[in-house]
């Protein structure tokens, strides 16, 4: 496998830029072998607000948010011109291989398998990392509404500035919330999957990502820089 690609549901705040990413993934797909995860956004911040307002236990929380991501998913079939939808992971390579612009739907495999954290630190950042490993994905792109990691919060310091490479121990030691989830370096740190932070706004970036080319991302390796 190519490349595993998480779509981040603040994306969707953006419909025109949503559609023009997924353009590009359908386009992508014809040439590389890839899988594409959805994010939560809006579907997993409802099950949010339920579980502030409810109390839901950790499990159940962590289930509901999974299948906001399912809904998400279902979307983007939608949303990505020759694209399909899948639970099954044994699909995966072989639609891939067909070009075939496949979305993975993860309740099932989450749910039978259960192999992450039941929390908010777990999102589908951690998702998608955990799909890569099991694919043996060459990399994976979290695609999202940022440039990447930065030393700042973006949208609360202008002097904040991007880090464009850094290993999973430093960003596991920045030890601090950035826009990514804090279980990812766990993860990749025990995967040799390359992870790219990148901004969907600008599709030709993750063109660039698996072309092998230089672009504005956030490169997060397992090891030596």
């Given at each position: 496998m190519d490349a595993v690609i998480k779509v981040g549901g603040s994306l969707a705040k953006t419909p025109e830029k949503l559609k023009a990413l997924g353009l590009m993934l359908s386009e992508l797909a014809r040439k590389y072998t890839i899988t594409i995860v959805p994010g939560g956004g809006q579907f997993a911040d409802a099950v949010r607000d339920f579980d502030r307002r409810f109390a839901l236990s950790s499990q159940l929380a962590h289930r509901m948010a999974i299948l906001g991501m399912d809904q998400y998913g279902l979307a983007l079939t939608q949303i990505i011109p020759n694209s399909k939808a899948t639970y099954q992971l044994k699909d995966a390579h072989k639609l891939a291989a067909a070009g075939v612009a496949l979305i993975f739907l993860p309740s099932q495999l989450m749910f039978k398998d259960d192999p992450l954290?039941?929390?908010?630190?777990?999102?589908?950042?951690?998702?998608?990392?955990?799909?890569?490993?099991?694919?043996?994905?060459?990399?994976?792109?979290?695609?999202?509404?940022?440039?990447?990691?930065?030393?700042?919060?973006?949208?609360?310091?202008?002097?904040?500035?991007?880090?464009?490479?850094?290993?999973?121990?430093?960003?596991?030691?920045?030890?601090?919330?950035?826009?990514?989830?804090?279980?990812?370096?766990?993860?990749?740190?025990?995967?040799?999957?390359?992870?790219?932070?990148?901004?969907?706004?600008?599709?030709?970036?993750?063109?660039?990502?698996?072309?092998?080319?230089?672009?504005?991302?956030?490169?997060?390796?397992?090891?030596?820089?």
């Open positions: 954290e039941n929390s908010w630190d777990v999102t589908s950042d951690s998702i998608a990392a955990y799909l890569a490993k099991r694919l043996h994905a060459a990399k994976l792109l979290l695609v999202t509404d940022v440039d990447g990691i930065f030393t700042e919060d973006p949208k609360k310091y202008a002097n904040a500035s991007l880090i464009e490479r850094l290993t999973a121990a430093e960003l596991l030691r920045l030890d601090r919330r950035t826009s990514v989830d804090c279980k990812l370096p766990k993860l990749l740190l025990e995967s040799q999957v390359k992870c790219y932070v990148v901004n969907g706004a600008y599709p030709e970036r993750v063109r660039a990502i698996l072309a092998g080319q230089h672009t504005i991302c956030t490169l997060i390796t397992r090891g030596l820089k």
